[in-house]
């Protein structure tokens, strides 16, 4: 059974930084695209950043240079880091993995970000 359970979310300062964490169990991070989205209330999930089974990373414009996508495959973690955090990157976040070859899709349940002073 596949599961991707991500946490480190909470409440942060604008301006300030949170890491969130993508923990798999039943495949391995190293062979699929880890991808981070986002849901803010009353809109549709956007695509945030992936980091590709070679290590590639790909960014939104709306958090390029503020976010990095990470990966430990010795931890089988995905990782977000997001600095300079803005009142609009409040939103539900959540990881995904992807292996394109094989059509395998999961998704996590899902952490929320708030920030606000």
């Known amino acids: 059974q596949v599961q991707l359970v991500e946490s480190g979310g909470g409440l942060v300062q604008p301006g300030g930084s949170l890491r969130l964490s993508c923990a798999a169990s039943g495949i391995r991070v190293s062979i699929y695209s880890m991808g981070w989205y986002s849901q803010a209330p009353g809109k549709q999930r956007e695509w945030v950043g992936t980091i590709t089974s070679s290590g590639s990373t790909n960014y939104a414009d709306s958090v390029k240079g503020r976010f990095t996508i990470s990966r430990d495959n010795y931890k089988n973690t995905a990782y977000l880091q997001m600095n300079s955090l803005k009142p609009e990157d409040t939103a539900v976040y959540y990881c995904?993995?992807?292996?394109?070859?094989?059509?395998?899709?999961?998704w996590g349940q899902g952490t929320q970000v708030t920030v606000s002073s």
């Open positions: 995904t993995a992807i292996h394109y070859q094989m059509g395998y899709n999961y």
